[in-house]
């Protein structure tokens, strides 16, 4: 496998809120147990709602705000993944899995109903959303019970088992 190289972007009103190191061992460990073959950088990203929403709506014609979005790049090697709108590298530039783009602020949200802290949130998220850059869905309930599995190893892995969740 390349080595991999993990970027992470945040947004400057989150950077006191994020381990930036965090989600690398996260992203790095998941690409680790996942990825068969094909290209090894990252880049993730921590915004807002806002920019979720406007990547949602013109991405995926949803016009609402979600916690994650992954866009792969058209040199995805792994599992046959075809993305329908790549982003090619550019002359020069190092082959890339794609992005993965956070709502930091969906992100708390989600850890508050659960009773996690946004921490554990942000990683489960990063783990998700290279879990669909490699090419895993969770469209059929099997495909979610093997996806979410699989994102539940790599973040025990690097975080440690989950805490009890808070009944709701």
Not at 22 to 31: G, P
Not at 89 to 118: C, F, K, N, W
Not at 127 to 134: D, F, Q
């Amino acid at each position: 496998m390349n080595p991999i190289q993990i970027d992470v972007l945040i947004d400057d009103e989150f950077t006191g809120e994020v381990s930036a190191a965090e989600l690398v061992r996260v992203a790095t460990r998941t690409l680790e147990k996942e990825l068969v073959s094909g290209p090894t950088h990252v880049t993730i990203g921590i915004t807002d709602d806002a920019t979720l929403q406007d990547l949602n709506r013109t991405h995926r014609g949803e016009d609402k705000v979600t916690d994650v979005l992954s866009f792969g790049s058209s040199d995805q090697a792994s599992r046959g993944v075809v993305d329908p709108d790549p982003f090619p590298a550019g002359p020069g530039a190092p082959s890339t899995l794609g992005d993965v783009i956070i709502s930091y602020p969906q992100a708390a949200r989600q850890a508050a109903t659960v009773g996690h802290p946004v921490r554990r949130e942000l990683a489960l998220l990063t783990a998700h959303g290279v879990l669909h850059l490699i090419g895993f869905d969770h469209v059929s309930i099997e495909d979610e019970r093997d996806m979410f599995a699989r994102q539940d190893a790599a973040l025990e892995d690097v975080l440690g088992a989950a805490p009890a969740r808070k009944r709701v």
